[in-house]
């Protein structure tokens, strides 16, 4: 029995599902309000379901219970000793606060190794993370961020130290070379992200190597979290607090958390919002607190003068103030400078660097110098339009008739999935089927709703032409497709029934494969974004494409269309699309040469796929039948391989 049990419903209120008898607030999923007074001491309200976090967290409670208990196990003391080995070989430990500050005017990058995750199973289970935590050095993240947790992450202690050596070594190389003995400046910090539970397990971390700990307020009653961050920083550790509801930021704040790291995710129910940094910082704003990070050169370095975080918020060697940081969902330079506007000095980011196939590519496109993004968004608004040669960067797996397949398409990075309603096709899917895919992609890109283009987008007006405009939506495809999205793909239908089934399925794009015109393509017409497919017509062994097909097709664009998609068509035949015949891939070089990004679709499949993106280089490819055990059902193995294949060859070319 809990013989105080006042101080544990004081301690542990925010606690999802907690039984507060009446008193609780906490992480409140919709439609679950915290427990009713039931007159007893239960930790939890009757009937509450452990949510992913929490069960997590039991297993970890569970594990370091039968950890302690062994009597070879080392002690805490031992573990400080060795800590101390450590940092005599490897240099000493690095200040979180004053990492995240010292990138000013850049956004300071926390780069996460992670194998695998409870939502999104194996991400990339091969990686080294030795290479991989130096590739991000390289590439300018500050911090590195290691998941040690090993049943639903597949992570280990031994890859924190791995990375910590192998980045200092880095570090070491690089200052010997310049003539800059100071190279513990110049290696990230390392993050332990596991989900701590006590001081040995953070004194298990800086025996690693570790510089800082995640510390959950949403699994942490309030005096231990006070406990564990002043021991942390007994230690020399400045841990980095994550919260995701406001009174998870009170509860940080109250315990003496400085490094306020928020997660977009819920983690009782997976679902992201990006907005909760944004809210997040408003709340900090609100309650007077000094976080404001420094995006703006100027002379004193304390500050640029116009935030609203004051001077210690821009002083990298002060200890006071707090740094305000994003943990998840961020994949974009547009995301990077969202949360550059509100003041946050540090965004995590995971999942798309594990995924990238070039991940110092990746690292550069996120513009984390404010200077860099400027120049982007000059590029992205120039008039010019010079010849497309950024290679591949969409992947479309079409044909999608049922969950499993989307998913597995999804998990190996696919940008956008196919779901057809031609009647005719062998692939065709009812409403019902539709819904079931959408709602597996959804599920996977943790998102409720369809991803938005910017009105501003879509709408180019008569000021651009046709041209720029495409080569405008390309790049705004680009961002909104860091989240799969599900395209439906319709052929000479009426409007006011792919209408319907943008409506009723949950379409974000749809594609238009008949004869309907470019005009057809506009929004207006179809709810949301459209793919023009231009049949490129040919003999049935792929030769004999009209020699005009180049300059025909740039006469004919408009700014209706999102995308351009160029399939073969048989000479002769009715309807274009489902061929499983090449066209000219010259003619997709050639249009890619006047600037016009294009999707290539027709005949491609694992064992072609990498040279059509060597030799053509094409903005996207598009695969159905290239990947199918038969029609309407994929072969795994071969959709893993075609992307794979796509994206390796993109980085070679």
Known sequence: AIKDASKVIGDCSHIYGFNGNGNGGGNVVEGQGQGEGQGDCSFFKDGHELSMLQTITARRVLDYSNLVSKPETPTEEYLLNKASQFHSTHGPILNLLQTIRRQSPSMALAAEFKRASPSKGDIAPHVKVDEQAVTYTQAGA???????????????????????????????????????????????????????????????????????????????PKALLAELITYARSLGMEPLVEVHAEVELDVALEAGGKVIGVNNRNLHTFQMDLA???????????????????????????????????????????DSGYALCALSGMSSAGDVDRYRRKGVGMCLIGESLMRAADPKAAIQNLCLNPKDYDKHQFESSSSSCSAYTAGTKIIKVCGITNPDDALVACQNGANLIGVIFVPKSKRCVSFDQAKEVVGAVRSFGERTGRLSVPGNVLDCGDSISPLQGLVRKARAMEEVTRRPLVVGVFQNQDPEYIREAVEQCGLDLVQLHGKEGMQAANVKYCSVPAIRVVDIETNEDGSGSASDAVEKLLGAITTDPFAILLDTSIKGSKDGGGTGVTFDWGIAEKLQNHGLPVIIAGGLKPSNIKDAVKSVQPWGVDVSSGVEEKPGKKDHNSVKSFVKGAREAAVEA
């Open 142 to 220: 500050c911090t590195i961020s290691v998941l040690t947790e090993e049943h639903y992450f597949k992570g280990s202690l031994a890859d924190l130290t791995s990375a910590r050596i192998a980045t200092t070594d880095y570090a070491n190389s690089k200052s010997n070379s310049n003539g800059n003995g100071n190279s513990n400046s110049n290696r990230p910090a390392i993050l332990r992200k596991d989900f701590c539970i006590s001081k040995y397990m953070i004194a298990e971390a800086l025996a690693a190597g570790a510089d800082t700990i995640l510390l959950i307020v949403a699994i942490t």
């Open 276 to 318: 909760t940094t944004d809210n997040t910082a408003d709340e900090l704003t609100k309650r007077g607190c000094d976080f404001f990070h420094r995006y703006k050169e100027d002379d004193n370095g304390n500050g640029d003068g116009d935030s609203n975080g004051g001077a210690n918020a821009g002083n990298a060697n002060s």
